[in-house]
């Protein structure tokens, strides 16, 4: 299967933030959006989100702290809860305990609320939850830019192992070129509210066509960094 979106736009205030964008996402692709700080990835995340939603497709969406998805009143196991119900699921010990210990969580204290747990670990519940009823897309806006680098290293590979082998598609959405290019084989970049340039990961790393994927990649050192 495949999901598709066509002409998606944006208009905000009277300025078209996001031009006619069009995109297939085949399940179990592993895709990267990237472009400069204001190039429209977020504002593509969401209306790519809103649209397979409307078309009925399970699309989770993890944000870019986990302020934005927990509520510092309210308890671990009260988001565990809550996610379930908004699914339709029943509360199922197994599935929980399967992707605590994939996102290495399975020693968070439950009844805690967000706060007395490390920043680390809240963002890796977070991604659990959206995890939780196997979606069709899992899309995560700049997942681990308020985590240090070895943890959000750490916390991509989590989540990549635990992705492995499952049809669930991934758009990881990032400024960050060192982030993604070992982790997706597809690339997409944003400039100016366009897709200006996409394809296998390698070649626009090594290739650029385009003025923004040619500013993405003369940061060629940042691969070795540990994020
Ligand atoms: N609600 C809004 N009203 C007006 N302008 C907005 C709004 N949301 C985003 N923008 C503008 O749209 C552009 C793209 O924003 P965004 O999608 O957040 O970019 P990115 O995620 O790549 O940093 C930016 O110039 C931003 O200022
Ligand atoms: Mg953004």
Redesign the pocket.
Known sequence: MTMTVTGLT?V??G?T??HSTSLNIPLRDRIGLV????????????ALIDDLRAQGHCVAHVPQSPEEALDPLRSMAFHWREAEVALGLAPDRADQAALFVALKIEGGDLRKRPWSWSRGMQQRFVIAMALLGNPDLIVL??PTSALDPVVAAATMELLGGFLDGKDTAMIL?T?DLGLVARRVERLMV?D??HLVEQGRTKEILERPKTRAAKALSAHRNWMALPC
């Open positions: 944006a905000r205030s300025r933030i996001l472009g400069s700080s204001g190039s429209g990835k977020t504002t593509l995340g969401h806006d700049e959405i400024h944003m100016s509210g």
